[in-house]
């Protein structure tokens, strides 16, 4: 179990309280099925999230490495410690650099270094990582063609996703590609009168081009839908999730949305929620700014263009919850975006994190 004092000071967030919108909020695509191009597009227009079923990666490999992990994290604090090497490694607690904790214990990892095969982690766990994710990179290359199809590319150009994620072989494209292991433990944290969990991960989105995860049976996982309401998103440990990232809304010019989401840690009693998740991002010079192929003609972009590298630091400076793409967002995108049905990021550009204490949010 990790081992985590909460602080007094604490900030309250809601939780979900209509459970049953999840499964008609939460679209799910078949990716073997003849309209999946259509379908994964519309998904990532309306939610910018969706569940994909028939994706090809055995059940073999996630059961292999959900054992693994588990036994890693059952080990003692002390033995974990042995594969931290912040950023990357074994951590605990602390999320990033400004402040945000959660409840929980993570392995974060560089897949394009090869750190994923780190000689401090145990070389059965190192194994299915690097099974899982071969497995995983591919079914996100493929959703990422499926969307160029569903954004109507031309049959020629629809790879342009895909290339900036998964180089072809051979090519040294050295896109930023990473895997993250988390693991939340049951809360034993006492609550207050109507408060009904703590957070595992605070909400934020992601700011790679796309995300893909798969958790154990235990859920937690909430998406904030377009309205501004949280809904949990059902467990499916044959399924994975898809999450478009802020660099993809970007590529689209704000066609797809990138989803806001956050864990609640499990309660007391509760079995501990096990997710891996592959964030596909691309090279750090690699130009963001919307697809020539989307615009139409008269249409302005929404964002001024910027390099991955450039957002990758900006985001990193930032907190978990801060609107990382306002200070990219151009003048015009405040009234362009406010008449456009798919309307879903304010234009406030986010200001300097001010110095906090870190706090462990609760949820109400």
């Known amino acids: 179990?990790?081992?985590?004092?909460?602080?007094?000071?604490?900030?309250?967030?809601?939780?979900?309280?209509?459970a049953h919108a999840a499964a008609a909020a939460v679209p799910s695509v078949d990716l073997s099925a003849p309209g999946a191009a259509a379908a994964v597009a519309d998904a990532c227009r309306g939610v910018g999230f969706f569940k994909a079923t028939n994706h090809g990666v055995p059940a073999a490999l996630t059961d292999a490495l959900e054992a693994r992990a588990a036994a890693f994290f059952a080990l003692p604090h002390k033995d974990k410690l042995e594969a931290s090497a912040r950023p990357l490694g074994y951590g605990s607690k602390s999320i990033g650099c400004?402040?945000?904790?959660?409840?929980?214990?993570?392995?974060?990892?560089?897949?394009?270094?090869?750190?994923?095969?780190?000689?401090?982690l145990p070389p059965s766990l190192r194994a299915a990582l690097e099974e899982y994710t071969d497995a995983v990179r591919e079914v996100g290359a493929r959703v990422l063609e499926l969307m160029a199809d569903g954004?109507?590319?031309?049959?020629?150009?629809?790879?342009?996703?895909?290339?900036?994620?998964?180089?072809?072989?051979?090519?040294?494209?050295?896109?930023?590609?990473?895997?993250?292991?988390?693991?939340?433990?049951?809360?034993?944290?006492?609550?207050?009168?109507?408060?009904?969990?703590?957070?595992?991960?605070?909400?934020?989105?992601?700011?790679?081009?796309?995300?893909?995860?798969?958790?154990?049976?235990?859920?937690?996982?909430?998406?904030?839908?377009?309205?501004g309401r949280w809904v949990p998103v059902a467990p499916d440990p044959d399924s994975l999730f898809i999450n478009v990232g802020d660099s993809l809304q970007v590529l689209t010019n704000g066609r797809f949305r990138s989803v806001k989401h956050r864990v609640v840690a499990p309660a007391e009693g509760q079995q501990s929620r096990l997710s891996v998740i592959y964030f596909g991002g691309p090279a750090p010079t690699q130009r963001i700014a919307p697809l020539p192929e989307l615009m139409r003609e008269g249409e302005q972009s929404l964002y001024r263009e910027f390099t991955w590298a450039e957002y990758k630091k900006?985001?990193?400076?930032?907190?978990?919850?801060?609107?990382?793409?306002?200070?990219?967002?151009?003048?015009?995108?405040?009234t362009q975006e406010a008449t456009k049905a798919d309307?879903?990021?304010?234009?406030?550009?986010?200001?300097?994190?001010?110095?906090?204490?870190?706090?462990?949010a609760r949820v109400h």
Not at 162 to 184: F, I, Q, T
Not at 197 to 218: A, C, K, M, Y
Not at 314 to 321: C, T, V
Not at 348 to 355: E, I
Request: aromatic share 4%.
């Open 314 to 334: 900006a985001a990193y400076k930032s907190r978990l919850g801060d609107h990382r793409l306002g200070p990219f967002e151009l003048p015009a995108a405040v």
């Open 1 to 18: 179990m990790v081992a985590i004092t909460v602080p007094i000071s604490v900030d309250a967030i809601p939780l979900v309280k209509c």
């Open 151 to 227: 954004l109507g590319i031309a049959e020629e150009r629809r790879g342009v996703l895909r290339r900036m994620v998964v180089a072809p072989a051979g090519d040294k494209g050295g896109a930023d590609e990473l895997v993250r292991v988390n693991h939340y433990p049951p809360c034993p944290c006492p609550l207050a009168a109507g408060q009904r969990g703590v957070t595992g991960f605070g909400e934020h989105t992601d700011p790679q081009i796309i995300s893909v995860l798969r958790s154990n049976r235990t859920g937690g996982l909430q998406i904030m839908l377009p309205e």
């Open 98 to 120: 400004n402040g945000d904790v959660g409840w929980l214990e993570y392995i974060l990892l560089s897949v394009g270094s090869g750190s994923v095969a780190a000689a401090s």
């Open 343 to 360: 309307h879903h990021c304010s234009s406030n550009a986010v200001q300097p994190p001010a110095p906090a204490p870190p706090h462990v």
